[in-house]
């Protein structure tokens, strides 16, 4: 006997609401039957995979570890009905995408407004964060594509890569700051910074690019007081103290922060990163992320040629 979908969405909905009861309401079944589906999903497995608490159930290690393979599985099979729907020329369903910094300043305000006209019954999901964030997600198949940063380093061997543009990494700090005409990284060896890293995740982090460009230039490693994990909150500490953040340089010029930031015209400059579309080079996004994509990079890729 082999795992149904009809198992994994039960399985997964007794997991997000936490209970049998809150499950059935959910799915509008019985619970009796969602009861009997669990049985069945345990005994093929030989794992128990929740275990009651006095709110509820939770979730297993084993249990957990199949959440992760549910959520893939019923998120690809959701992607095929809408990607036949699609082709039909019945453009419905939702797009999950993820943007960092340079691209979601540079594009997505005039891109989805575009997007939304054409395809009213499209939904769009946002997510934002650190590279090496969408790269996962990416990967596990809760974005369909992301637009980020790439460096030599970064690991891209299972994703389809399209540069669009190289980065423009600045130091940046508040209006007004001390060091603020500084022109050499020597002189901010005494200032606090404030870096940005994923969540349960290490590697490729703004932290390690700011580490890595004090140590290329045989400088004691900067001070860095707080890590963050968005890029409102890194740049909110930057406008309101006197630390300093390795942002795109776009935060100083568009956006909410542009009149509170300027960038410290350096010598030096950090290690170059190129701004890439990303997604699975094995399977295909469906039409309507194809398109949404297509146009973030025609866009973003206009905008810049008109800048130089």
């Not at 005994?43 to 939770?58: I, Y």
């Not at 959520?71 to 020329?89: D, F, S």
């Not at 020597?186 to 982090?205: K, Q």
């Not at 890590?227 to 100083?252: M, N, Q, W, Y």
């Amino acid at each position: 006997m082999a795992l149904t979908i009809s198992q994994l969405r039960v399985f997964t909905a007794v997991a997000e609401h936490g209970s049998i009861r809150a499950a059935s309401r959910a799915l509008g079944t019985a619970q009796s039957g969602i009861t009997q589906q669990l049985q069945n999903l345990e005994s093929m497995l030989g794992a128990t995979l929740f275990t009651r608490t006095n709110r509820g159930v939770a979730l297993t290690a084993l249990g957990q570890r199949l959440l992760q393979r549910a959520g893939a599985i019923l998120g690809e099979c959701g992607r095929a009905e809408q990607e036949v729907q699609q082709l039909r020329g019945e453009y419905a369903g939702e797009v999950s995408f993820g943007m960092t910094t340079e691209p979601l300043i540079d594009a997505l305000a005039p891109v989805l407004t575009e997007f939304r006209s054409r395809f009213e019954r499209v939904s769009v999901h946002l997510r934002t964060g650190t590279s090496r964030m969408m790269i996962a997600w990416i990967r596990d198949g809760t974005l369909d594509f992301a637009v980020a940063l790439v460096s030599k380093d970064t690991d891209t061997t299972d994703l389809s890569v399209t540069t669009l543009y190289p980065s423009d990494p600045v130091v940046v700090c508040r209006r007004g700051h001390p060091h603020a005409g500084a022109k050499s990284l020597e002189e901010l060896a005494g200032c606090t910074w404030i870096a940005t890293r994923s969540p349960n995740l290490t590697g490729d982090t703004s932290s390690n690019r700011l580490l890595s460009f004090f140590e290329g230039h045989g400088l004691p490693l900067p001070r860095i007081i707080a890590t963050v994990e968005g890029l409102f909150e890194a740049l909110h500490l930057v406008g309101e103290t006197d630390c300093l953040s390795l942002e795109s340089s776009i935060v100083t010029q568009r956006g909410p922060f542009a009149g509170a930031l300027k960038s410290i015209p350096l010598r030096e400059r950090p290690t170059q990163q190129n701004v890439c579309l990303l997604q699975r080079a094995a399977i295909p996004v469906t039409p309507a992320a194809q398109e949404l994509a297509t146009m973030i990079a025609s866009y973003t890729r206009t905008v810049r040629a008109r800048a130089r």
